[in-house]
C-alpha cells in the first residue's frame, strides 16, 4: 500500500475527484432542488480570459494543421495579395515640406501659410557663398570675391538663362552724377523715377569698397591691403561692414585690421505661377525647373576652384542644395539595407538550422526574408491606397520590418523545436498544429500589442509622426499576417523535406536511410549559455547582484534624462563631407551672431489712418520688446508724416506713393503687395494695398525655453492691438518652433497610452494580474534606461527620436512578453517549496523561449548594425536608439525579469494541484488506499 506522499501528482489530482464524489453521494438522494433554488451567474473575467485563451489556441491550432494541409495554395494566396496591394501605389504620396510634415491640421499657422502660399508664394530664392581664409581683407581675398561675382555674371544655362534674368531686382537712389545720361534718360522715358536705378540683389564686402562706381578689373588690380583697410574703417556703413565679415579682428584705436571670413548674398526669383502649374517633385517648396538648373549651373561656377588662391577656402550654398544633398544620401544610404539584407540571411541561416547538409535550411532562410520584404510592400501598397503620406522619417521602416519579422520567424522555429520526441513523430498537420497553437499566442501578444501601441501612437496632432506610427500598425500587422501564412508555408515544405532526408540546397538529391547528423551539430551552445545563466539566477547572491545592477541603470539613466535636451539642428542632416556641411559650419563660425528674422503680414483690411494708427502701435511695442527683438520696420512710423486721421483712402494711397518714392521709404518698396501686381509710380496713386509686412529681427536663442516664448509673445502683441483683417507673424523657423511647443506634451501623451494599451492587452492575452504589472515594469525600466542614455550618447528630444521611443516601446514588449509568457506555461513540478518551483519553473522558462528571445533581439540589433556607419542622421540615430533598446530589452527580459519571476512570479496549474494534495493529506484517514 502507498502512502499519499509517494503518489505522483496526476493520481491525487484523480485521487482527490474520487474522494469529492464519495462526499457528494452521502447527501440526501431525496433532497432535490427546487426551482426558486436556481441562480444563474455570469462568468467571471477570469473565466472569459481563460475560455478565450482557450479558443484562440484552437484556432491556432485549426489555422497551423490547415496550412500543413495546403502549404501551396498558402504561398498563392500571399503572393497574390501582395500584387493586388501594390495598386495602392498608383496614390503614393510623398511629402517633405515642413507644413505638411509637422503642423497640426487645426493650427492656426497651417491656416494662414496656406492662406499666404495660395494668394503670395513666395517666389524668392537664397544663394550664399562664404570666403575663408587666415585674412580675406587682403588683396588676395578681395580678388577671389570679385573672381567669384565674375563667374556668377558669367553663368549662362543651355537656355540662356543668366543671372540677369533671374536675380531679384531692387531700386536704389542715384543723382545724375552717379550714372550715365542714359541711364538717367532711359528711366524717365519708361516711366520709372530719374532718381531711381534697379539692380540686382548681390551683397558683397565689394559695395563697401566700391559703393557707388561699378568695381572693374581695374578698381581691383589697384586696391592693397592697407587701401582695403582704409575703405572699411572710413565707411559710413558699419553695420553693413560687420555683416558680412566674420572672425573679425581690431586694433588698439579699434580699427578693422583683419578678417577671417567673408559672405556674398544672393537673391534670386523664380516663376511661381509655373511652379505651381509644374512643380518638381523632388523639391520641399515649388519651384520652376529654369530656375533648378540655373541654380546646379551657379553652384558649379562657385565650387570651382581654378584661379583660388592657396590658403583660401571657399564653401556654397544654392536653394537646391538642401534637397539635393537629403535625396542624394537618401539613396546613397538604401545600399546598407540591401546590405543588411545580406547579413540577416547569412545570420537566419545559421540560426535556423544545423551545420549538416539536410537539417540546414537555406531555402526557408531566404523565404522568411521574402515573406518580410511581402509584408513591407503590403503595407506599402495598402497605406498609400488610403493616402497616407511617405516622408523622410519612412525610410527606416524596412529596417524596423526586418527586425520584427525575424523575432517572429525565430519564435515559430523554436516553439516547433520545443515539441517533444512524441509529438514530432505524428503527421505534419497535427505537428503544426501545436506548434501555433502555442507560437501564435506568443507572437500575437507582441504584435497585438506593437499595433494597438502603434495606433495610439497616431492619435498625436503632428502629421508626420502620425503617418508613420499608421504605416509601423499596418506593417507589424502585415508581418505577423505573413509569418503565420507564407513562412508557416515554407516551413512546411522545409521540414517534409527534412523529414524526407533531402539535402538543404538541393533538395532533388535525397540521403539515404543509414544518414544521421553529426554530433556536434546537435549541440546548440545557446542553449548551454542560457542554461548556466539561469541557475546563475536562480542563486540569491546573484539575484541581488542583478537587482543592485539593474537600479543603479535606472538610477544612472534618471541623471541623463535630467540633462537631455529638446533640440534639433538642420545641420544633423547633411552629411559632414558634402560641400553643403562646409557652408553650415562656415556660417556657425563666422555669422552666427544673429537670430532669426520673422514678418508680420497685414491682409482683408481697409487703408484708414485708424488702421495706420494701430500698426504704428504694433511697431512700438516690438521696438520696446528688447529681450526678444533686436530691430523693427519703421516704414509705418516714417509714414506717419506722410498722412493725417482726415485723410480718405485715395489720399492715403498718393501719400503711400510719395512716401514709398522718398529716400527713407524706397528700401520698404517690398514690403507691400498692390492689386494685380502693379507696381506705384512717382508722385501718382499708389495702386491698392492688399497686403503689407512688418519685419523684424529676432536675437539668437539658445533653444526651446527661449525661443517659443518669444515666438508666443509676438503673437499675443498682435492679438494685442487688434488690427482688423488676416494678422498673422511668420518665419522659417516657426513651424519648426511651434513643433517644439507641443512635442514634449505629444511624446508624454503618446507614451502614457502607449503604456497603458500595453498593459490592458497584455493583461488580457496573459490572463494574469502578476504578469501583466512585470512586463510593464520591465518595459518602464528599459524606456528610462534608453531615454537616460540617449543623453550620454549625445542625442536629444526631437521629431526622430519621439518617433523612435514609441518604437522602443513595442519592442521592448516583445522581450518581457514571450518570458512572462513562457513562465505560465511551465510547471514547477511535484516539489514542496514556493521559492524552488519558481525557480525550476525560471529555468525552464530560459531554456524553452529564451533563445528565441535571444536571437530575435540579436536579429534586430544585426539588421541596423550598418546603419552606425551612415552619415545620415536619421539613420545613425535609429542605430543608436535600437541599439539601447536591444541591449536593455534583452538585459531586463533575460536577465532581470527571471530573477523578478523567481521572486514574485504568479502562479499557475501545480499551484492548484499542490493544493488537491494539501486537501488530499487532510483526507488521508479517511481514504482507503
Request: glycine share 6%; proline share 3%.
Amino acid at each position: 500500500m502507498k502512502s499519499v506522499n509517494e503518489l505522483p501528482v496526476a493520481d491525487f489530482r484523480q485521487l482527490f475527484k474520487q474522494v469529492i464524489t464519495q462526499q457528494q453521494m452521502k447527501r440526501s438522494a431525496d433532497e432535490k432542488p427546487k426551482k426558486d433554488d436556481c441562480k444563474c451567474s455570469f462568468p467571471s473575467l477570469g473565466t472569459l480570459q481563460t475560455r478565450f485563451l482557450r479558443r484562440m489556441a484552437q484556432l491556432f491550432d485549426s489555422h497551423g494543421r490547415f496550412v500543413a494541409c495546403h502549404p501551396n495554395i498558402t504561398i498563392t494566396a500571399c503572393v497574390f495579395l501582395t500584387l493586388f496591394s501594390m495598386l495602392g501605389f498608383l496614390n503614393f504620396t510623398a511629402k517633405s515640406d515642413t507644413l505638411s510634415l509637422w503642423i497640426p491640421e487645426i493650427s492656426e499657422t497651417k491656416d494662414h501659410v496656406e492662406w499666404l502660399n495660395k494668394n503670395f508664394p513666395p517666389d524668392t530664392r537664397y544663394h550664399s557663398a562664404i570666403v575663408k581664409a587666415d585674412n580675406v581683407l587682403s588683396k588676395e581675398g578681395i580678388n577671389t570675391v570679385y573672381l567669384l561675382q565674375k563667374r556668377i555674371q558669367e553663368v549662362r544655362t543651355k537656355d540662356n538663362v543668366t543671372w540677369e534674368d533671374m536675380c531679384k531686382k531692387i531700386a536704389i537712389p542715384v543723382t545724375i552724377e552717379e550714372v550715365s545720361w542714359v541711364a538717367w534718360s532711359f528711366n524717365v522715358v519708361f516711366g520709372g523715377c530719374p532718381h531711381f536705378l534697379e539692380i540686382c540683389l548681390e551683397l558683397s564686402i565689394l559695395k563697401i569698397l566700391s559703393p557707388i562706381e561699378e568695381v572693374t578689373d581695374e578698381f581691383i588690380s589697384n586696391l592693397n591691403q592697407s587701401e582695403i583697410l582704409r575703405l572699411i574703417n572710413e565707411s559710413d556703413k558699419k553695420d553693413d561692414v560687420l555683416q558680412y565679415l566674420g572672425g573679425v579682428t581690431y586694433d588698439m584705436e579699434g580699427n578693422i585690421v583683419g578678417a577671417k571670413a567673408t559672405k556674398i548674398d544672393l537673391i534670386s526669383e523664380t516663376n511661381i505661377t509655373e511652379a505651381l502649374l509644374n512643380p518638381d517633385p523632388s523639391t520641399s517648396v515649388p519651384v520652376t525647373n529654369v530656375s533648378m538648373m540655373f541654380e546646379e549651373d551657379l553652384k558649379v561656377a562657385l565650387l570651382n576652384t581654378t584661379g583660388i588662391p592657396e590658403g583660401i577656402d571657399v564653401s556654397v550654398i544654392v536653394s537646391r542644395s538642401f534637397d539635393d544633398v537629403i535625396n542624394e544620401n537618401i539613396i546613397g544610404n538604401y545600399n546598407l539595407l540591401f546590405s543588411g539584407f545580406a547579413i540577416m540571411f547569412v545570420y537566419v541561416l545559421i540560426m535556423l538550422g544545423k551545420f549538416n547538409c539536410v537539417e540546414h535550411r537555406v531555402w526557408l532562410s531566404l523565404a522568411g526574408l521574402t515573406g518580410i520584404v511581402l509584408g513591407s510592400v503590403f503595407c506599402m501598397g495598402l497605406c498609400s491606397a488610403f493616402g497616407l503620406m511617405f516622408t523622410q522619417l519612412h525610410n527606416v521602416l524596412p529596417f524596423l520590418m526586418l527586425g520584427i519579422g525575424i523575432d517572429d520567424m525565430f519564435v515559430l522555429v523554436q516553439c516547433y523545436e520545443n515539441l517533444s520526441v512524441e509529438e514530432k513523430k505524428e503527421d505534419i498537420a497535427k505537428r503544426f498544429g501545436k506548434t501555433l497553437s502555442y507560437a501564435g499566442m506568443a507572437v500575437s501578444v507582441t504584435s497585438v500589442t506593437n499595433i494597438v501601441a502603434f495606433a495610439l501612437g497616431a492619435t498625436t496632432v503632428i502629421p508626420a509622426l502620425r503617418s508613420f506610427c499608421l504605416f509601423c500598425s499596418v506593417g507589424i500587422l502585415a508581418i505577423f499576417i505573413y509569418t503565420l501564412t507564407f513562412f508557416t508555408a515554407c516551413m512546411v515544405l522545409d521540414q517534409k523535406r527534412i523529414d524526407e532526408r533531402r539535402d538543404g540546397c538541393f533538395c532533388c538529391w535525397r540521403h539515404g536511410e543509414s544518414w544521421t547528423p553529426n554530433k556536434w551539430t546537435k549541440k546548440n551552445y545557446l542553449d548551454i549559455f542560457l542554461k548556466k545563466l539561469a541557475e546563475i539566477s536562480t542563486h540569491r547572491a546573484c539575484k541581488v547582484a542583478i537587482t543592485i545592477i539593474t537600479f543603479a541603470l535606472f538610477g544612472l539613466a534618471c541623471y541623463g534624462i535630467s540633462k537631455l535636451e529638446q533640440r534639433f539642428e538642420e545641420r544633423w542632416l547633411i552629411p559632414d563631407d558634402s560641400y553643403l556641411a562646409k557652408w553650415f559650419d562656415d556660417r556657425q563660425e563666422f555669422f552666427n551672431n544673429k537670430g532669426e528674422r520673422g514678418t508680420i503680414y497685414v491682409a482683408e483690411f481697409e487703408m484708414n489712418g485708424k488702421q495706420l494708427d494701430k500698426v504704428q502701435s504694433l511697431v512700438r511695442k516690438l521696438a520696446n520688446q528688447t529681450d526678444i527683438i533686436t530691430e523693427v520696420d519703421t516704414w509705418a512710423l516714417g509714414f506717419s508724416d506722410f498722412y493725417d486721421d482726415s485723410m480718405n483712402s485715395t489720399t492715403l494711397q498718393v501719400e503711400l506713393g510719395k512716401y514709398l518714392h522718398s529716400k527713407d521709404g524706397l528700401q520698404f518698396h517690398d514690403r507691400f503687395e498692390f492689386a494685380n501686381g502693379a507696381r506705384p509710380k512717382c508722385n501718382e496713386e499708389a495702386p491698392d494695398v492688399v497686403m503689407f509686412k512688418i519685419q523684424y529681427q529676432h536675437p539668437l536663442f539658445s533653444g526651446p525655453l527661449e525661443h517659443v516664448p518669444a515666438m508666443n509673445k509676438v503673437k499675443d502683441l498682435i492679438k494685442e492691438v487688434n488690427i482688423e483683417g488676416r494678422v498673422f507673424a511668420k518665419s522659417i523657423k516657426y513651424e519648426f518652433w511651434e513643433v517644439d511647443e507641443i512635442l514634449s506634451a505629444e511624446l508624454i501623451r503618446s507614451v502614457t497610452l502607449a503604456l497603458v494599451c500595453v498593459f490592458l492587452i497584455v493583461i488580457f492575452m496573459l490572463a494574469n494580474l502578476t504578469a501583466a504589472f512585470l512586463v510593464l515594469f520591465c518595459v518602464m525600466f528599459t524606456l528610462v534606461d534608453v531615454m537616460g542614455f540617449m543623453y550620454f550618447w549625445g542625442l536629444t528630444i526631437d521629431t526622430t527620436s519621439c518617433m523612435l521611443l514609441i518604437v522602443c516601446i513595442g519592442l521592448s514588449v516583445d522581450y518581457a512578453a514571450h518570458i512572462a509568457h513562457g513562465f505560465l506555461e511551465q510547471d514547477g513540478g511535484d516539489i514542496k517549496s514556493r521559492e524552488a518551483r519558481l525557480n525550476l519553473r525560471t529555468q525552464k522558462t530560459l531554456l524553452k523561449i529564451g533563445p528565441a528571445v535571444f536571437y530575435g533581439g540579436f536579429s534586430t540589433l544585426l539588421a541596423t548594425i550598418l546603419l552606425a556607419g551612415s552619415d545620415y542622421y536619421l539613420f545613425v540615430a535609429f542605430f543608436k536608439v535600437f541599439f539601447l533598446v536591444v541591449v536593455f530589452g534583452l538585459f531586463h527580459g533575460l536577465v532581470f525579469l527571471p530573477v523578478v519571476l523567481c521572486l514574485v512570479g504568479p502562479t499557475h496549474a501545480e499551484d492548484v494541484a499542490h493544493n488537491e494534495k494539501y486537501e488530499l493529506e487532510k483526507l488521508k484517514p479517511t481514504i482507503d488506499l
